[in-house]
Every structure is written in C-alpha cells, then in structure tokens.
Nanobody
Framework: QVQLVESGGGLVQPGGSLRLSCAAS????????MGWYRQAPGKQRELVAV???????NYADSVKGRFTISRDNAKNTVSLQMNRVKPEDTAVYYC???????????????WGQGTQVTVSS
C-alpha cells in the first residue's frame, strides 16, 4: 500500500500565494506520474497539474502561468506552488500518484485525503 499525505492548505487572499506539498510513503518501487486534482462544492474532481517521472508537466488551462508543479523523485514528494490565486481556485485539493510496489506489479493510482484551499478576502 501507498499512503499520500498532503499539507499546506488554508485561507489565502485573492492575488496571494500558497504552496501545497504531498509525501508518498509505503511499499513503493517506483512512481510514474504525480499530480494534483481539485474538487469544488457541487463540481466534479478535475485535474490541476501533473508531472511525470522524467519531468514533463501538464496543467489545466485555468491555472497555466499561475501554478507550478514540481517533484523530488528521491523523496517521493510533489509540490504545487500556487501564485496569483483567485476565488475560483477554492476547492479541496487532492494529491495523486501512480505507483507500483515492485518491478513486476502494475502501476496503481493512489489518493491523499485532501487539503482545503480557500481564496477569500
């Protein structure tokens, strides 16, 4: 099993910055993609940003130029730097990782428990 623990959520004013972090632990042989998703009240969970083990990234159009995803492969961590945040960024943010326990096993998706981000003045 793999556990993901997020940290860094909270209340931030519009135009401000916030940094989310996620650490993966447990039976990990390798991790392929790590990413951040979010879910606002009454809406479906959506992709915010994802980063592959080689460093390639992909962002939702709504956060391009404002958010930056990064990872430390040695520490199995992923971070999301959120700049110039907007009220519409308010949501529960979830960390996701595609990991496998050994060379012969398949990659499986794992989720963190979520961390609340509220953008309000």
């Amino acid at each position: 099993q793999v556990q993901l623990v997020e940290s860094g959520g909270g209340l931030v004013q519009p135009g401000g910055s916030l940094r989310l972090s996620c650490a993966a632990s447990g039976s990990i042989f390798s991790i392929n993609a790590m990413g951040w998703y979010r879910q606002a009240p009454g809406k479906q969970r959506e992709l915010v940003a994802v980063i592959i083990s080689g460093g390639s990234t992909n962002y939702a159009d709504s956060v391009k130029g404002r958010f930056t995803i990064s990872r430390d492969n040695a520490k199995n961590t992923v971070s999301l730097q959120m700049n110039r945040v907007k009220p519409e960024d308010t949501a529960v943010y979830y960390c996701n990782a595609e990991a496998r326990a050994n060379l012969l096993s398949r990659f499986r998706g794992y989720w963190g428990q979520g961390t609340q981000v509220t953008v309000s003045s």
